[in-house]
């Protein structure tokens, strides 16, 4: 409601600009598309998608003075990304647009430029690297599998009802993350229930943050100053959020001091790692704040990405009834038996990379559904894009990766339709396309070290799901929330029905 409320206030600013530039037309005059954004809020990804494909990819967005900020230079061309994340790195850092904005993650690698997201990102590497992280992530998954998920699907099949398969997904990939993260989920946690107090925090969290990015600067100092609308909301979940932080905390507290020593054999969680002072929580002091950056920072990356891309995932099978059934028939190709003819429900890693087509249909989701549409960089010095494109100092870039995936330029006259075929090569191996054009986990230095959990997160709960139940989606098509994630406005709705019933 906030955000409605601003968007129409805001509404009549803008009314007035484009009334006093009616006579320009927005493919030649860039900057007078802006006025249209409120109209177009609703859909605000497909719109921007069409004004790129008419434009070859790349648009660049003057800001009107009464809204303050630097130009905004929108682009889907993978030639401009490749330079703008790989060949040219260093001159287009996240900046401090992205840190005021985000100033919830603190210091986390989530926020760091420079020399502090190098440090960060090694530590990360480290941890990730580790063979008692693998081990620690796989007993967690199991756990989440085994006493979260397959309890909760079983009940909701055995009462007949439908179940919103984005808020389930969400709850469960809470649950793991808290898991690996903290060793405990919250107390306030019920997957039945699908609500808690911290993910509905972080919801209006990233509300608070998307509005931020429409509005200028001073107008969030002002909320801000007098504890007023979206600010306001944010500042309640920020609170909401550090007392979930302080209860881990001192739930570990107390686990440390019942045992004489504890090290990294025994605690391999983020959270212990850091509380001990091993050497995988890096060189420099540790502070109760940098760990719970860092920790938000994760929680963030495992929970809102993955089960975002699930939840397509299962949309996208539920109306296409054949590549659901040629997953199922590689489940049954691969995976062992189980006592009665029924496949296992514990799952290997070795076991999933073998399934071509289950990998396939899920890089298909993630390039049309990413879950991050849009990412931000700010130019630290001017440069010029191989567009050809000027960028001045401090010009902020806003790439599309929604929009790419619907350039015809870059996938064909079929884009927009859903092809797992097109992952797959003639000797029917996994078909690899560079990070600049398949965007969906970032490109260059700051490719997402966590890609191969997620991989892992995501092949789980799918065959997991499809080997027992056939999932029938409610809706016809999910209204796509305006925000910082691709998530669906309403949820996804689902029936299931379980296999062989």
């Known amino acids: 409601m906030a955000l409605v409320v601003y968007i129409l206030c805001v509404l009549a600013i803008l009314v007035l600009f484009c009334f006093f530039n009616h006579t320009k037309k927005w493919n030649r005059r860039p900057w007078s598309i802006w006025p249209l954004i409120p109209a177009n809020f609703h859909r605000l990804h497909d719109w921007l998608a069409e004004i790129l494909e008419a434009n070859h990819g790349t648009v660049l967005i003057k800001r009107p003075p009464l809204l303050f900020g630097s130009d905004v230079l929108l682009t889907s061309d993978p030639a401009n990304v490749q330079h703008i994340m790989s060949t040219n790195f260093s001159n287009y850092p996240k900046g401090s647009p992205w840190k005021q904005r985000f100033d919830i993650f603190g210091e986390s690698i989530f926020n760091s430029d420079y020399d502090e997201w190098t440090y960060h990102r090694k530590v990360f590497r480290g941890y990730y690297s580790h063979r008692q992280f693998k081990e620690l992530a796989a007993k967690s998954l199991h756990k989440c599998i085994h006493t979260d998920l397959i309890p909760v699907l079983d009940s909701f099949t055995e009462q007949h009802v439908a179940v919103d398969m984005q808020a389930l997904f969400k709850r469960l990939l809470s649950c793991f993350a808290f898991y690996i993260c903290t ?3 919250p107390s306030s946690f019920n997957v039945e229930s699908l609500e808690d107090p911290y ?21 969030a100092k002002f909320q801000r100053q007098l504890r007023i609308g979206t600010e306001k909301t944010l500042m ?15 739930m570990k507290k107390e686990k440390l001091s019942k045992v004489a020593t504890l090290n990294e054999d025994e605690d391999f969680t983020v959270l212990a790692i850091h509380m001990i002072g091993g050497k995988l929580a ?11 950056d860092n920790i938000l920072g994760l929680l963030m990356a495992i929970q809102d990405t993955t089960s975002i891309t699930l939840a397509w995932f299962f949309w996208v099978l539920s109306k296409h009834s054949s590549v659901e059934a040629k997953i199922r028939k590689e489940l049954q190709e691969y995976l062992p038996k189980g006592g009665e003819g ?13 399934m071509v087509y289950l990998h396939a249909a899920l890089c298909e989701t993630l390039r049309l559904f990413p879950p991050a549409p849009i990412q931000t960089r700010i130019a630290a010095e001017k440069d010029t894009l191989p567009s050809g494109h000027q960028i001045n100092q401090q010009t902020e870039i806003a790439i599309s990766t929604y ?8 996938w064909g006259q079929d884009c927009n339709e859903f ?4 992952w797959i090569t003639e000797n029917g191996s996994i078909r690899h396309e560079p990070p600049h054009k398949f965007f969906s986990f970032n490109a260059g230095p700051r490719i997402c070290p966590g890609k191969e ?28 929330a305006t925000g910082i994630f691709l998530q669906m406005k309403h949820g996804l709705m689902v029936r299931l029905k379980k296999i062989g019933a």
């Open 342 to 354: 029924k496949i296992c429900q514990m799952l290997v890693p070795e076991q999933l990379t073998k």
């Open 453 to 480: 959990l997620g991989f892992t997160l995501i092949k789980t709960f799918a065959a997991v799901i499809i080997q027992s139940y056939h999932v029938e989606a409610v809706q016809q098509f999910p209204i796509i």
């Open 183 to 185: 060793g405990s989920k």
């Open 403 to 410: 929009a790419m995936a619907r350039m015809t330029s870059v």
């Open 282 to 292: 890096g060189s420099r002091p540790v502070t109760c704040k940098v760990t719970r």
């Open 236 to 250: 309640e979940a920020w609170k909401i959020v550090d007392c979930v932080f302080e209860e881990q905390v001192q």
């Open 199 to 219: 993910s509905k925090a972080m919801d209006d969290a990233f509300e608070a943050i998307l509005v931020r990015h429409l509005m200028p600067e001073g107008l």
């Open 419 to 422: 092809k797992p075929e097109r």
